[in-house]
């Protein structure tokens, strides 16, 4: 089995060599041509060129970067890392929060001016507070979880209500509940996968729906939210506030007016990040590894037409 492994994040010695330690018949390889299982991603223009391959192990839960149409139409599976990202996107979504509710964002400035803003500061609880979580798959449990650890209400959306969820929570809607969500919720998270289906599905119209006072959270994908609209909400204050992680553009353009509002906070796309993130990945990819080409004993493995 040829493999080219292109991930360098934090990978070391000992991670080729649980890698290699897998299987007997992998040959590590250096050319897309040859290649039959690569560990990270590919280009529309690279996969023209990679005529043996059979199967992608993304590094990431989102594969919306490799739903080009010759690879979707392809026999190549795709497997990704879900399963990696729970712990540290569930915290970082309420890092946001609370930067939010405990008044972190005029603190920073006041600190930055040397000012004591202590007059100036809003604070809020999240006690008894109703969050809502759009994506209620692995990531959205884990922030249920935590949510439920600070006396929230719950509720979450799934495509697909019916199935068994680890994490209960108050409330679970289907897909086609989003309003009520959005008319419900004093926070409301966004963790779903970008696909056809959830590009900009966070618009005017919905950004109109929540609470003047609501609080929007995207740890997805930037294009899930009509950023315009957003921008728009902020400023005319449609909403109160939103922590994001992910935009349209990144890495965030410098005219962007995200940058200028009060009423944002804005982190660099690293909600996914800590440093056990290769050892979880090797897991999954070692798994699959083993049980590779027999796609019903590998795990994660995407519908190339959901998108996920």
Same mark, same amino acid.
């Given at each position: 089995?040829?493999?080219?492994?292109?991930?360098?994040?934090?990978?070391?010695?000992? !991670?080729?060599?649980?890698?290699?330690?897998?299987?007997?018949?992998?040959?590590?390889? +250096?050319?897309?041509?040859?290649?039959?299982?690569?560990?990270?991603?590919?280009?529309?223009?690279?996969?023209?060129?990679?005529?043996?391959?059979?199967?992608?192990?993304?590094?990431?839960?989102?594969?919306?970067?490799?739903?080009?149409?010759?690879?979707?139409?392809? +026999?190549?599976?795709?497997?990704?890392?879900?399963?990696? !990202?729970?712990?540290?996107?569930?915290? !970082?979504?309420?890092?946001?929060?609370?930067?939010?509710?405990?008044?972190?964002?005029?603190?920073?400035?006041?600190?930055? %001016?040397?000012?004591?803003? !202590?007059?100036?500061?809003?604070?809020?609880?999240?006690?008894?507070?109703?969050?809502?979580?759009?994506?209620?798959?692995?990531?959205?449990?884990?922030?249920? %979880?935590?949510?439920?650890?600070?006396?929230?209400?719950?509720?979450?959306?799934?495509?697909?209500?019916?199935?068994?969820?680890?994490?209960?929570?108050?409330?679970?809607?289907?897909?086609?509940?989003?309003?009520?969500?959005?008319?419900?919720?004093?926070?409301?998270?966004?963790?779903?996968?970008?696909?056809?289906?959830?590009?900009?599905?966070?618009?005017?119209?919905?950004?109109?729906?929540?609470?003047?006072?609501?609080?929007?959270?995207?740890?997805? %994908?930037?294009?899930?939210?009509?950023?315009?609209?957003?921008?728009?909400?902020?400023?005319?204050?449609?909403?109160?506030?939103?922590?994001?992680?992910?935009?349209?553009?990144?890495?965030?353009?410098?005219?962007?007016?995200?940058?200028?509002?009060?009423?944002?906070?804005?982190?660099?796309?690293?909600?996914?990040?800590?440093?056990?993130?290769?050892?979880?990945?090797?897991?999954?990819?070692?798994?699959?590894?083993?049980?590779?080409?027999?796609?019903?004993?590998?795990?994660?493995?995407?519908?190339?037409?959901?998108?996920?």
């Amino acid at each position: 089995m040829n493999l080219l492994i292109r991930y360098g994040y934090n990978f070391k010695d000992n !991670h080729r060599e649980r890698v290699l330690s897998a299987r007997d018949d992998i040959n590590l390889v +250096d050319d897309l041509e040859s290649a039959e299982v690569i560990l990270g991603g590919i280009s529309r223009e690279e996969f023209r060129r990679a005529r043996n391959l059979r199967w992608i192990q993304a590094t990431g839960a989102g594969v919306d970067g490799l739903l080009f149409p010759e690879l979707v139409e392809s +026999d190549v599976i795709i497997t990704n890392a879900s399963g990696v !990202h729970p712990i540290p996107i569930a915290e !970082h979504t309420f890092a946001l929060i609370l930067a939010i509710t405990r008044g972190l964002i005029k603190s920073f400035e006041g600190k930055n %001016r040397k000012e004591w803003l !202590h007059n100036e500061v809003f604070i809020d609880e999240l006690y008894g507070k109703t969050i809502g979580i759009i994506g209620y798959g692995r990531i959205g449990q884990g922030i249920a %979880r935590l949510a439920k650890g600070f006396g929230m209400r719950v509720i979450g959306l799934k495509r697909d209500p019916g199935k068994k969820v680890e994490v209960e929570p108050d409330l679970l809607l289907g897909k086609d509940s989003l309003d009520t969500l959005l008319k419900e919720s004093d926070i409301v998270v966004i963790i779903v996968p970008l696909t056809e289906e959830t590009y900009h599905m966070i618009g005017e119209r919905e950004l109109k729906l929540m609470k003047p006072t609501g609080i929007l959270i995207n740890v997805a %994908r930037g294009k899930v939210v009509d950023e315009s609209a957003l921008i728009k909400a902020l400023k005319e204050r449609w909403i109160f506030s939103a922590g994001l992680d992910v935009f349209e553009t990144e890495p965030l353009p410098p005219e962007s007016e995200l940058w200028e509002l009060d009423n944002v906070v804005i982190t660099p796309h690293i909600a996914g990040l800590n440093p056990y993130y290769t050892d979880r990945l090797l897991d999954i990819f070692i798994r699959n590894l083993q049980a590779y080409p027999d796609i019903s004993k590998m795990i994660n493995v995407v519908d190339k037409r959901l998108g996920y």
